[in-house]
């Protein structure tokens, strides 16, 4: 009986140590996988819609990427941050993901079809749910739909 407890007691420490060590997101309904469906630039009222462009938000990370679309953009990944006190999020320092040495911040041109036009920039979210967000910075409106 000695030996069968044993390996169960420390199974079942394993399990649970384990299980503790997984990293929680810092809002939920804000992180995860998102498909940006189309940008209104603040300037002209201007609609741009949006073919296979998504964002990725990940604990302190965001990436902006086209997937098999026909623009043919680079990606490009930062950092992220969500206050919740001015419900705000903000990405900072986009760059192309390569090793740090090597990675190239990005130019205003390449993320403006991102529905960005800074390498850093604040957004008040204006609306999120499990399904649905709504971003606004001083440049655009920006809405997305969770994949």
């Not at 649970?16 to 995860?32: A, S, T």
Request: net charge negative.
């Amino acid at each position: 009986m000695k030996h069968i407890i044993y390996p169960i007691i420390c199974l079942l420490t394993t399990v649970l140590v384990l299980v503790g060590c997984q990293k929680e997101p810092i809002n939920p309904d804000i992180e995860g996988h998102w498909q940006l469906l189309e940008f209104t630039t603040q300037s002209d009222n201007q609609v741009h819609k949006c073919e296979r462009i998504y964002y990725s938000i990940q604990l302190w990370v965001v990436e902006v990427a086209e997937k098999q679309g026909p623009l043919e953009l680079t990606p490009f990944r930062g950092r992220y941050s969500y206050d919740e006190a001015s419900n705000t999020i903000t990405m900072t320092d986009m760059s192309t993901y390569d090793v740090p040495e090597n990675s190239v911040p990005a130019e205003v041109w390449q993320l403006e079809p991102y529905g960005l036009n800074s390498v850093n920039t604040t957004f008040n979210v204006i609306s999120v749910d499990s399904h649905s967000m709504t971003l606004e910075s001083d440049y655009a409106i920006l809405k997305f739909k969770k994949f």
